[in-house]
Structure formats: C-alpha cells, structure tokens
C-alpha cells in the first residue's frame, strides 16, 4: 500500500477534471480525496495497492478530454483518515 499527493497543473479547473478523479479514483478502489487549489492546479490524494495508485497517477497526465494537462509533480503522504474517495472544498 502507498499513499501519494499529487499536484496537476494545466488547464485542469472548469473541464470536470475533479469530477473524473473520483470516478476514475473509485472505480481503482482507491481511498483519498481531491480539491481545486487557488492557484489553478489540482490536488490530491490517492491511497491503495500499489499498482492502483500508480495507475491512477498515469492516469492523471492525461485527464479527462477537455483537460491539458502541462505536469503532474508526486510526492509520498500519510494515509487519508478515511476510506472512500470525495472531492473537497477549494484550498
């Protein structure tokens, strides 16, 4: 199990790219969240097996169709307190 925070930046905010990461996220089984940050990149959160995070981080450098998707930088975190995966309030 690895837990990863991910910033993605590009034309990521206003194409449903949070919507596509809790469907894309859940549908890996994986725990986490993911939320708009004030300077036009997204966050987030995944925790799971390995491979399914992994996954899900290739996943993310392409993003939904209306996406651009410019870098997709990745550093190790603490597991999220809870499980499921929920989009969070901008930050």
């Given amino acids: 199990m690895k837990t990863v925070r991910a910033r993605i930046q590009g034309r990521v905010q206003g194409v449903w790219y ?9 549908g890996l089984g994986l725990a986490g969240w993911v939320r708009n940050r004030t300077d036009g990149s997204v966050e987030a959160l995944f925790h ?8 899900m981080l290739a996943a993310c450098r392409q993003g ?3 996406a ?10 603490p597991p999220p ?3 499921g995966f929920s989009q969070m309030p901008t930050r």
């Fill in 18 to 26: 949070r919507g596509w990461t809790v469907k894309t996220a859940t």
């Fill in 48 to 55: 799971g097996p390995d491979a399914q995070v992994d996954a």
């Fill in 64 to 66: 939904p169709p209306a």
């Fill in 68 to 77: 651009r998707v410019d870098a997709v930088s990745q550093e190790s975190a």
């Fill in 81 to 83: 307190e809870s499980s």
